[in-house]
């Protein structure tokens, strides 16, 4: 595929993905969704826990087998309760900064299916006491306003409950002149798109490996899809796409592992996950033999659904492919075209080394 087309077809899924609405726990409607998108490349179909998987055409099921994995949720919020004013109190669904929510706008879902706008409430400095200007905000003291009087209003007329999903309200950007992607739910939409992107590249490839997508739910909040996904598929090898936090903005240079316009980032080590040393040195040395940028990290802190993946079964060796984004787990992220198209490359061109002979290599590296 030609490179302007390639670029419009990846920027179509991400925007499909980054701009549908699906915080952990209620994937259902960007499930069905992601369905759709998967039915070309193989056979297709969601679990209970709303966990998406692609068999892809071709498998003889007496190959080594891959394991695909990106998760379907993002960060979000959820309706605690109903204030007499009609202003909706909340509880974070995954990690945010409480300090990222205020003045922001928000979809609430209504018990009709609709997404109902609304403001995270900031109280105007006219109002505050010193105290209170110089307070870190906590989640307690952020409510939604979505234009309500009264708590009758937001039952009656908005017809909100309790335990109403959130999402942020932000529609996809690109500045297609300087490659930059501005967008909610990076984390992980921007690896679902690389994990479809894989998939469409190798459609009329024949590999010597088997290969099993599963876009899966959860992950912001424990990895719970991806224990299930893993239980269902039982790979031999796992690839796990994410949108990955850059810290190209922030610390010393020297510091820095993770910047926008250079490539998939491969972690070493995070909390949650000690990278398979063979399977690491083996996608490190196919990225410099074809000539894919890539950049290395030992992360202090983060996990990935790779730290649910690698301890299943009897072990599965599992590295993960981050695509950078700035500001993840906020309403907005930064990232660029190129970063997500070097990240599809590379898992390309790992598809098309592994066989039943690399598989054993890797087992047997011990990252020299």
Known sequence: MAGTERREQLLQTLRI???ANGPSGFEHELARTALEVLQPYGESYIDSLQNVYLE????????VLVQLDAHLDEVGLIVQSVSPQGLLRILPLGSWVASNVPSHRFRVRNSEGKWIPALATSKPPHYMSDAERNSPIVFTAIQLDVGATSAEEISEKFKIRIAAPVVPDVDLFYDEKNDVLIGKAFDCRIGCTALVETLSSLAEEELACDVIAALS?????????AEVATRMTEPDLAIVFEGTPADDTFGSPDSQQTLLGKGPMLRHLDVSMITHPGFQRFALDLAEKEGIPVQEAVRSGGGTNGGIIHKMGGGIPTIVLGVPVRYIHTSYGIAKLYDLEKTADLAVALLKAINDDTYEEILAGDGL
């Open 56 to 63: 892809r055409a071709g498998n003889s099921r007496d190959r």
């Open 17 to 19: 993905f980054s701009e």
């Open 217 to 225: 739910s959860q992950e912001e909040v424990g990895g719970r899809g």
